[in-house]
């Protein structure tokens, strides 16, 4: 089975791209990814097949798309505060590249398409935990793309029968995540600080909650997702239900590194939420195998992971 990832060099699409690689029913995999986020050396030593182009491009989409079985649409460009500075950037590449990338998986055959949401949508909706079925409240333009990204693809279920499947992700961590950026996510950026030895910025009081889910958990059920067809007309969080807040965090790293990391708090941040836990109970009854990783382990093999790293070798 031939399978293609979008945003295949970043993050989550490399971690991805080595589980799927580790399935008997997969024999392709097509790293499809234009590079702007994304690092070519995320791939080293996997067998993928790199495309280096955009999600705007239908061309090149068509051209990756034939033959294969399934799509994971995770390219995109991350941020709340990078969408904050340029809105409409976040525009084209998540909500403009998704109908791009559902409309050359029409043009496939319809091949089923599973695609990266974010529980950005919930935005200013303040009650725990967050369902699926909740009015959603965007209140940052990345957020708004997202809420466009799960909409298309819902939309494309509905209107021409494409099998689509839209994860809401929640804060997603683990081994090649980058820091070291102005929009590095919470966990790299407080273990690069932490290596370094310099205060970890905390944006607000330290005691905003979040639904944390480690890499290889969501590699996991993305698999699965793409090799069983699954699909769904309605949204799924690919959280557990945990809820920790960002001081609870920064113990958990002190402690993987055995230091006591210094901290330096600076104002919220514009678009941030304040708390953020997933009830999980739609994601359990299509995956009811799925095991999250405790957050200690989660953070310790990340922690081990940047320990590896040239720049962090004493």
Known sequence: MKIVVTGGA??????????????????????FDNLSTGDRANLDGVDVEL????????????????????VVHLGALPSVPRSVLDPVASHHANATGTLEVLQAARRAGNIPVVVASSSSVYGANRELPKRESMRTAPISPYAVSKQATEAYALSFGHTYGL?????????????LQPAGHAYAAVIPAFVDAALRGVP????????????FTFVGTVTRVLADAAIGGVHDLDPVNLAFGS?????????????????????????PRAGDVRDSQADNSRLRALFPDVEPVPLADGVRATVDWFKTLPQYQS
């Open 163 to 175: 099998p689509t499947l839209a994860f809401r992700f929640f804060n997603v961590y683990g081994p």
């Open 243 to 267: 809820r920790t807040s960002l001081n609870t965090l920064i113990a958990m790293i002190g402690e993987a590194l055995g230091t006591h990391p210094q901290v330096e708090h600076t104002e």
């Open 10 to 31: 970043g993050f989550i699409g490399s971690n991805l791209a080595r589980e799927l690689l580790g399935r008997s029913d997969v024999d392709h995999v097509v790293a």
């Open 51 to 70: 495309v280096v182009a955009t999600v705007l491009d239908p061309d090149a989409l068509d051209a990756a798309f034939a033959g294969a079985g399934a």
């Open 200 to 211: 970890l910025t905390v944006h607000g009081d330290g005691e905003q909650t979040r639904d």
